[in-house]
């Protein structure tokens, strides 16, 4: 639905889902919850040089047209407001994407290349640089609980707080900004299960001089909730792990060595997936097949896919994933 304020009037514009009008019909129809969001809003445009004054910083934000409420499942909130208690925040959490730390997948043309079996893995390895080259951290194995995965940070990403514990303490801890759980939403046509951190899987700096001390050691979980915004999707819940990077002055080297985010950190995760048995038509269907990738014999075919990856603070990233497997 959408809120519209106009000429005074306040008007609740309610337009229900597909979901909506059978509960509807049903006589089962009750609100017990909502969600704001703010997808259709530019902040850049907020201007503190404003020739008139402070009164007219946020103009343009205030006269910034709100979307209509619409029908379609898929075109729900993608950034939803947080609920923060505490108004003397001056920092918000952030999620990034960790590509410097040992076994992160990197990205090769902006996509996560998930290999479909052993064998596209090996082709695509050698494509990308080869194992001493890099390649194999720009390749997913499918069902892989160890090696490449997908890591992500939260924490305050500004150099304004140092990251050391105290400030951890200070600034994370005390204002509730860990993350207890991370959830992520899978295309269920694609892919099966989300292989999150299990036991052993450690992120910290605490190698004597400030070296990366990286472990990953993934388990499957199942996505057995639906996701109401997006068709076809459901929900997996994955284990948040503490963020223990801390800025130490007697390290000789630096805390951003390991960690992206630049001030206190807060929680850590690492991400795999497994992949459905697809056949030829489904790659057909809903990718493309014949493609060459350069520097790898044969033709592939593929799947894109996002992976929407939320935490317990309402931070969120949409990882592209390509699901790829060789003809």
Known sequence: MAFLDNSGDIILDAVLTETGRKRMA???????????????????????????????YDLEILQTPVFESSTGINSQINYGLMNIVNRNLLYLPTLKRNQIVPNSAQTVNNVYHLAADATTAD?????????SGGGNLKVLRKGKVDGTAICLETGLDTAD???TNSNRTNFITVNGLEESHFSVSIDTRFLSTVLGPGQGTNFSNDGGTGESIVTIRLTPTTAGRRD?????YAIARVASIRNNVFKDLDHSIADTATSVIAGPRASFTALN??????????????????QTVAGAAGTYRFIDTNVKVIGTTGI????????????
């Open 26 to 56: 049903s006589g089962r129809f009750n609100i017990a919850k909502f969600g704001l969001g703010d997808d259709e809003i530019n902040y850049e445009i907020y201007n503190k040089n404003h020739p008139s004054g402070s009164a007219y």
């Open 123 to 131: 082709a695509l390895v050698t494509a990308f640089g080869g194992a």
């Open 161 to 163: 707080i140092a990251g």
């Open 228 to 232: 109401s915004s997006m068709r076809n």
């Open 273 to 290: 997936f497994n992949v459905k048995l697809l056949t030829t038509s489904h790659y057909s269907r809903f990718g493309r097949t014949g």
């Open 316 to 327: 969120m990233d949409q990882l592209p994933i390509r699901i790829i497997q060789k003809e």
